[in-house]
């Protein structure tokens, strides 16, 4: 078993990794979407796909921030983490992953559909296309987000994490992940 001083070191260089990897991240994803909208050669429907893939990461590292900010608060300061309160602060960024998670699939959905219908693909209508493509993404987050609405109570949480939280939901459930 640790200590609780070594504890903290090991939290202390986590914390560290993540912020190094939070600005890298943030810097990456916020030039694609600026070389996307400036450049025009860029404006394909992979383009506008991958443009907003970079979108909703930028948001989920944003969010990566405050499951940090609450895992600092217990870690240094005896802050306890109630899974109602993390839930609250947390649910945008669920839906965000989530969508995340669709995204990609759209991604790969995207490139299928112009491999098999090379010349109509190039035809859609973008607007009504993008709307049939990110239909099951939005109602997948939303239905995430329902799902962890309902099973909420305030337990004591080690951390603030939406992978945590399902974990915890699943062990308490009976079920695996």
């Not at 693909?121 to 973008?126: A, D, E, L």
């Amino acid at each position: 078993m640790l200590s609780e001083e070594t504890y903290r070191i090991h939290r202390t260089i986590i914390y560290c990794f993540v912020l190094f990897f939070e600005v890298f991240g943030l810097f990456g994803n916020i030039n694609l979407v600026v070389l996307t909208i400036r450049k025009k050669s860029l404006w394909t429907k992979y383009g506008c796909i991958l443009a907003t893939l970079a979108t909703i990461h930028t948001l989920c590292l944003l969010y990566e921030l405050v499951d940090m900010s609450f895992s600092i608060a217990a870690t240094f300061y005896s802050y306890e983490i109630r899974r109602d309160v993390c839930f609250k602060a947390v649910f945008p960024y669920i839906f965000l992953n989530s969508m995340q998670t669709g995204t990609m699939w759209i991604l790969s959905l995207d490139l299928l559909i112009t491999i098999i219908f090379p010349l109509k693909s190039r035809h859609f209508n973008v607007p009504i296309y993008f709307s049939l493509l990110f239909f099951l993404p939005v109602v997948y987050g939303v239905t995430a987000v329902i799902f962890g609405y309902f099973y909420l109570d305030d337990e004591t949480l080690p951390m603030c994490n939406p992978r945590r939280l399902s974990i915890q939901l699943c062990k308490r459930n009976g079920t695996t992940s």
